[in-house]
């Protein structure tokens, strides 16, 4: 009777802690499942990535994200809530189909609409081969719906449709074949978002033959490249482009803008929000606006020294830790996601920097940053990544005040809670001028990317109305483009 006892106790161990020979017997479970299910996802948002459209990238990363959500939800919360292992697993493997399916549609519904009847297929197989409870796959779903839902509160959906602008009083000439269009190509601004081209010049010299195109070389001065091509297109009554990141297409508008000649912007560089803004995904889409004569009008910003020099920018101004967060998120989100390297980024500059001390508007402050966006940007909050207009007038300022109690710690748990629209470490204004002056020390200053230092010390913030006319495709309905 003892032995039989032991052997009973002996069972029941053993039916409670599995040995590592029977896991491996058993399929595709536990930990198993969860590798094969990040290997899947993880594969879908690879081959998404390799198309080398950066709607399909963000989409990427946020259906990785989204996974990664539920299968927490999934394991931390519901199945401690429920107490059964195996039917939360169906259930988690649902969750997951569904989250990187949903997270897809949300982002970038024309991929969607490839990514869903495969997750609802693989759904559908594996619902065939086991066994469920009927509830598991409602379980599922939700959860990877919700997961979907819930990042875009700290990641808000970009819009396909490029941002508002007015049409040009003074149509803009159409250059059939690029004739009277002069190119500068910066190529050290490195690879393109858009996947036209290797080698953007050589797509452009196909693309447009009649155009004039000149690849600024290592050494040469491109702001003077833009001033001559700039002048004989005003000569010829054409136009400037200009192929390069965001540092090489504020050079081409300031000069584009000063002598009064349409400005064709070609996505070019690492970095080139403005053409995103501007609805100018692919070089293509400039060269068909170029040829039909296509465009619209954009305000500029302004930051002037008052009785000395001025700096136009076209996309954002910032002063204190704004420049050096933006560094850091900008290395970190092709690997991370735009959110997971906000936070990571502001972690790090927050410990390593310190607030500045400035006049607004004639009134002190101690700011950990100020951000002044040429137009309104979207999201509200702290990380500010698309305009819906052009030509607003306006000028987005975003302050973080350093003399808040805890400002630090403060803005950190926002962020983290995505709720800085709410926090009163954040202050937002929409104004048409700021004046600035530096109260203490050498801060630096940024202007589209770029960094630099004002010697006076003193700045007004303004806008240049409805300034440039720029190359863009008229309008479409984009929903699925």
């Known amino acids: 009777?003892?032995?039989?006892?032991?052997?009973?106790?002996?069972?029941?161990?053993?039916?409670?802690?599995?040995?590592?020979?029977?896991?491996?017997?058993?399929?595709?479970?536990?930990?198993?499942?969860?590798?094969?299910?990040?290997?899947?996802?993880?594969?879908?948002?690879?081959?998404?990535?390799?198309?080398?459209?950066?709607?399909?990238?963000?989409?990427?990363?946020?259906?990785?994200?989204?996974?990664?959500?539920?299968?927490?939800?999934?394991?931390?919360?519901?199945?401690?809530?429920?107490?059964?292992?195996?039917?939360?697993?169906?259930?988690?493997?649902?969750?997951?189909?569904?989250?990187?399916?949903?997270?897809?549609?949300?982002?970038?519904?024309?991929?969607?609409l490839f990514v869903v009847p495969g997750a609802a297929a693989l759904t559908a197989a594996r619902?065939?081969?086991?066994?469920?409870?009927?509830?598991?796959?409602?379980?599922?779903?939700?959860?990877?719906?919700?997961?979907?839902?819930?990042?875009?509160?700290?990641?808000?959906?970009?819009?396909?449709?490029?941002?508002?602008?007015?049409?040009?009083?003074?149509?803009?000439?159409?250059?059939?074949?690029?004739?009277?269009?002069?190119?500068?190509?910066?190529?050290?601004?490195?690879?393109?978002?858009?996947?036209?081209?290797?080698?953007?010049?050589?797509?452009?010299?196909?693309?447009?033959?009649?155009?004039?195109?000149?690849?600024?070389?290592?050494?040469?001065?491109?702001?003077?490249?833009?001033?001559?091509?700039a002048r004989r297109a005003k000569e010829q009554g054409g136009a400037l482009g200009a192929c390069g990141g965001d540092g090489t297409i504020n050079a081409a508008t300031e000069i584009a803008a000063r002598l009064?000649?349409?400005?064709?912007?070609?996505?070019?560089?690492?970095?080139?929000?403005?053409?995103?803004?501007?609805?100018?995904?692919?070089?293509?889409?400039?060269?068909?606006?170029?040829?039909?004569?296509?465009?619209?009008?954009?305000?500029?910003?302004?930051?002037r020294v008052p009785g000395g020099p001025e700096q136009v920018f076209l996309n954002t101004f910032s002063l204190g830790v704004y420049s050096e967060l933006v560094g850091a998120r900008e290395k970190l989100e092709e690997r991370i996601g735009k959110w997971p390297a906000l936070v990571v980024g502001l972690a790090g500059v927050l410990a390593q920097g310190s607030p500045v001390n400035v006049s607004v508007n004639g009134r002190p402050k101690r700011l950990w940053l100020l951000f002044a966006g040429n137009g309104i940007y979207h999201p509200a909050g702290f990380a500010p990544t698309y305009r819906t207009q052009l030509d607003d007038g306006l000028l987005d300022v975003r302050a973080v005040d350093a003399g808040t109690p805890l400002a630090r710690t403060r803005l950190l748990l926002a962020v983290l809670t995505g709720t800085l629209h709410n926090s009163r470490v954040l202050t937002t204004a929409q104004v048409r001028s700021l004046r600035l002056e530096v109260l203490h020390g050498d801060p630096q200053f940024s202007y589209d990317g770029e960094v630099t230092r004002v010697a006076a010390g003193r700045l007004v913030l303004d806008k240049l109305t409805r300034a440039v006319t720029v190359y863009r495709p008229a309008e479409k309905d984009q929903w699925l483009r």
């Open 1 to 112: 009777m003892r032995r039989r006892r032991t052997a009973r106790r002996t069972g029941a161990g053993t039916a409670r802690l599995p040995n590592l020979e029977s896991v491996l017997r058993a399929g595709p479970s536990g930990w198993r499942r969860t590798v094969a299910g990040g290997l899947l996802w993880g594969g879908a948002a690879a081959a998404l990535g390799a198309s080398g459209d950066r709607t399909a990238r963000r989409a990427a990363l946020r259906g990785i994200g989204t996974v990664a959500i539920a299968s927490v939800v999934t394991r931390a919360v519901a199945r401690p809530a429920v107490r059964r292992a195996q039917p939360l697993d169906a259930a988690g493997r649902i969750a997951s189909a569904a989250a990187f399916a949903a997270a897809v549609l949300l982002e970038a519904p024309r991929y969607g």
């Open 127 to 229: 619902l065939r081969s086991e066994v469920r409870r009927p509830g598991d796959v409602a379980v599922g779903m939700a959860i990877g719906a919700g997961a979907a839902a819930l990042t875009a509160r700290w990641w808000p959906v970009k819009p396909e449709a490029a941002a508002a602008a007015a049409p040009p009083r003074r149509p803009a000439p159409a250059l059939p074949g690029g004739a009277g269009l002069h190119i500068v190509v910066n190529s050290s601004s490195g690879l393109s978002w858009s996947a036209d081209s290797p080698d953007a010049s050589d797509h452009l010299r196909t693309a447009l033959p009649k155009a004039d195109i000149t690849v600024a070389q290592q050494g040469q001065d491109l702001a003077e490249l833009l001033e001559a091509a």
């Open 260 to 303: 009064g000649v349409p400005l064709a912007v070609f996505p070019g560089g690492t970095f080139n929000h403005f053409a995103v803004d501007l609805g100018n995904q692919s070089l293509d889409d400039v060269v068909g606006a170029v040829q039909a004569g296509e465009a619209v009008v954009a305000d500029l910003g302004r930051a």
